[in-house]
């Protein structure tokens, strides 16, 4: 699970280490919620994608 998660921080462009000031978590945490905001973004697309196709009703 570490290794996703440090994984998911380097495509967004974070670093490992923890901000040091106030000026460097402000934008830290916006920068992990714009990215955790566009992954359950995606995955509710893919969801809803996979419902319509499930949906048998509709064949």
Same mark, same amino acid.
């Given at each position: 699970?570490?290794?996703?998660?440090?994984?998911? $921080?380097?495509?967004?462009? =974070?670093? #490992?280490?923890?901000?040091?000031?106030? &000026?460097? *978590?402000?934008?830290? @945490?916006?920068?992990? $919620?714009?990215?955790?905001? =566009?992954? #359950?973004?995606?995955?509710?697309?893919? &969801?809803? *994608?996979?419902?319509? @196709?499930?949906?048998?009703?509709?064949?």
């Amino acid at each position: 699970m570490a290794s996703v998660v440090a994984e998911f $921080f380097g495509i967004m462009g =974070l670093s #490992s280490y923890a901000p040091q000031t106030l &000026g460097e *978590l402000i934008p830290y @945490l916006l920068t992990v $919620f714009v990215g955790v905001a =566009l992954v #359950s973004g995606v995955f509710r697309v893919i &969801g809803r *994608l996979v419902e319509l @196709l499930m949906d048998f009703r509709r064949w």
